[in-house]
């Protein structure tokens, strides 16, 4: 009991002696006072030496204000308002998934007493997170937590990805946020080229992974719709792909996959996830098929381009002259009933035509900003359709339609060459016939006129019923449904053809898919537009392709030796109109052609900005 009483005198005594010290710093009470008594608690020097050891106990135990009263405990302590001092980090982990779980800032930081400053190592971070996270799916045995142990500080922490104190509920859920995550972390590192090339780790993942269908989709705003990187990867426990544990090892690839593909396959898990076109070693097969696409693409356009503006030339100077003539009344042409109506297209042509403008501009409307994903336009015109989803709906639904008008086009050829009783001649005399849209050595002879003519080397030829630009287009249709088609199929039921299809051939279809419909709008919006429209005798739209008519006039001007041919035959009053389409009809249908092409036109422009932004950076 004497003891009790020498106590008590003695820290009475300390306080007394050390008021006048603590008044002077500003303290109400010297910490050496506190340590008085909880010395066997907190270490006075670690304390001292740690990042809080220049303030005061009472600089957080407010509530102390009277140390006989706190003695005698007549004062509840209160617990620590953090938030005093630390209010940008309060106000973060007010907002965490901590605080909903109830999680306080002296649960992680349990060393309060000797925190030290951690001067941004990241060992310090994990070991406080590994206090209740210590079997977060193995995250020390992986690439990143290894790293962190050797010292490299670029390598990903706990904190990289889910911050210090802002830490948000992930979960496994399949929303906006949850999506965005799975990649956005990543991408925070190894986008950064300086920090990879500092590390020798290699870029192509993340240059890859943005080429693929997953990467456009989460670059244009909607990764709940694909696989993102810790999807495939893991979120914490990430292995080599030679770690027999990985989960993109060779043997836990189709498990992997069967996560979003359910009947994933071997074959199927044989695809390139970062197939890289340009890696002629590692990929031979992309490369190539790159090569020949690139080829296809270029030769196309130099010669149909060179085609075009030779045309224009030639077409302005010819309209020139015309007019001079016109001017010197030297040109005289009398042509009896020049204002009759002929048909050229009956109902059947004019409403397969609709379907072709509409499932084009539609494919082209929602494929083009996926393949220019990283635009701002692309980004705008995927919220206007309600997201890659619906754009997907709706890109799927003009393919259907496409393959309605294939199959159409087929029928029709079927008929042409074999039922039909007004075309004279058998099978391949119909097939190599005038009617024909099958080329043969009149178009030799007809292109070679009409580069004389553009070389100012002879007149205009004269055409029948096709003409060698025309016959090409319909061809392509062919073409493109074995490459647009064949390729799209795959890839709308990869499931399917996984099943006897290599991984690796839907890189392949992936490449063809693409650059064959960026070759098929460049063409369309350039090349078939300046044929069908844009050509100074047409300029600036040729309506027979909607109303199916055109005066005897132009009949003779554009088809000379198809008009010649059916004179001499007798049946050119059999496609004489005896009534034109009506002022309605005319009207919706102008308004449809005109809201076509300039549909068309304004996508060629922001395909031509997309081209010269990339180019740019």
Partial sequence: MRRNWFNVVLVLFLLLMTIPAGAEHGMAIDPATCLGCHGDKISMTAFAASVHGKNACTGCHLDITDLAKHMRKEIKVQKVACDRCHKKQTAEHYLSVHTRKGVTCADCHTDVHTHQYWKGDKKIVI?????????????RNSVHGKAVARGVQDSAACHDCHNLHDIKAVGNGASHDVREFHTRVCMKCHSN???MKRNNVTNVAVESYMASYHGKNYRLGFPERVAGCADC??????????DPASTVNSRNLVATCAKCHKKATALFAAYYPHGEHTDRKNYPILFWTFIAMTGLLTSTFAVFWLHTILWMFRGFVENRRREELLMAEHLHRAIPDAHKHYRRFNAQHIALHVMVITSFLGLALTG???KFSDQAWAMSLMRLYGGTAAAGHIHRICAVITFLYFAAAILMSIHFLFIRKDIPGNFLQRLFGPDSLCPNLRDLKDVTGMVRWFLFRGPKPSFDRWTYWEKFDFLAVFWGMFAIGGSGLMLWFPEFF???????AFNVATIIHSDEALLATGFIFTVHFFNTHGRPEKFPMDFVIFNGQMTKEEFMEERGD????????GISDQFKVEKS?????????KGFGFTALFIGITLLLLMIYAFLASGAH
């Avoid at 990867?233 to 792909?241: G, Q």
């Avoid at 198809?562 to 035959?569: D, K, L, P, T, V």
């Fill in 233 to 242: 990867h893991s979120a914490h426990n990430i292995l080599p792909a030679k």
């Fill in 368 to 370: 083009l900003p996926l």
């Fill in 193 to 195: 080229e300086e920090m």
């Fill in 562 to 569: 198809q008009w010649a041919r059916y004179e001499q035959q």
């Fill in 127 to 139: 070991a406080k997170c590994i206090q209740c996270h210590d079997k977060e799916a193995g995250y």
């Fill in 581 to 589: 389409s009506g002022i309605l009809y005319d009207f919706l249908f």
């Fill in 498 to 504: 996984g099943i006897f299809l290599p991984g690796w």
